[in-house]
T-cell receptor, first 113, second 114 residues
Framework: SAVISQKPSRDICQRGTSLTIQCQVD?????MFWYRQQPGQSLTLIAT?????????ESGFVIDKFPISRPNLTFSTLTVSNMSPEDSSIYLC??????????FGSGTRLTVV | AQSVAQPEDQVNVAEGNPLTVKCTYS??????LFWYVQYPNRGLQFLLK??????LVKGSYGFEAEFNKSQTSFHLKKPSALVSDSALYFC????????????FGDGTTLTVKP
């Protein structure tokens, strides 16, 4: 299965600033997924990132707030823009190989103060 | 639309006893079903999956899950629980045509007491 390197692992940010999260996969994958997880709660899909096209956002998430880049088949970034305390969460990237389950990055624990 | 329900927020069992973590699902087509585990302060890990074939699926760490199409369930089981199994467990489902877009349950916290 794929191995994902995600960074930063955690950050404390001032409100109004932006944070970019990076995910590097050790193999080429078509789709990468970005999730948000409140501590101890379920995962909510933010968007699907395909290489060479615009990301597809889920209801409640917009590109201006969560811009995503996917420059090649092994790398993606998610930016959390103009942050507020409500954005404090764990952000996860993941990939899926065919019908297999997801492989997740280790997560980025974001605290906005 | 696809959805998954984990009816129990918390499951408590004694070490050495069997455990069951429940999951029911809803999809309009054939389901792909998954279980994931999240240990404290660690990332999500894939446990097992059902795609097709035998209804009893075996996965990592001695876990297994039984697919029941008539009851639309995919309960996670283990014959003998360990204290180290204590974690947060997520069930997930997607339609086989809905590439990559899994829906996760709300999670069940399993606590195994010595």
């Amino acid at each position: 299965s794929a191995v994902i390197s995600q960074k930063p692992s955690r950050d404390i940010c001032q409100r109004g600033t932006s944070l970019t999260i990076q995910c590097q996969v050790d193999s080429q994958v078509t789709m990468m997924f970005w999730y948000r997880q409140q501590p101890g709660q379920s995962l909510t899909l933010i968007a699907t990132a395909n290489q060479g096209s615009e990301a597809t956002y889920e209801s409640g998430f917009v590109i201006d707030k969560f811009p995503i880049s996917r420059p090649n088949l092994t790398f993606s970034t998610l930016t959390v823009s103009n942050m507020s305390p409500e954005d404090s969460s764990i952000y996860l990237c993941s990939v899926e190989a065919g019908g297999d389950g997801y492989t997740f990055g280790s997560g980025t624990r974001l605290t906005v103060v | 639309a696809q959805s998954v329900a984990q009816p129990e927020d918390q499951v408590n069992v004694a070490e050495g006893n069997p455990l069951t973590v429940k999951c029911t699902y809803s999809v309009s087509g054939n389901p792909y079903l998954f279980w994931y585990v999240q240990y404290p302060n660690r990332g999500l890990q894939f446990l097992l999956k059902y795609i097709t074939g035998d209804n009893l699926v075996k996965g990592s760490y001695g876990f297994e899950a039984e697919f029941n199409k008539s009851q639309t369930s995919f309960h996670l089981k283990k014959p003998s629980a360990l204290v180290s199994d204590s974690a947060l467990y997520f069930c997930a489902v997607r339609e086989y045509t809905n590439a990559g877009k899994s829906t996760f349950g709300d999670g069940t916290t399993l606590t195994v007491k010595p």
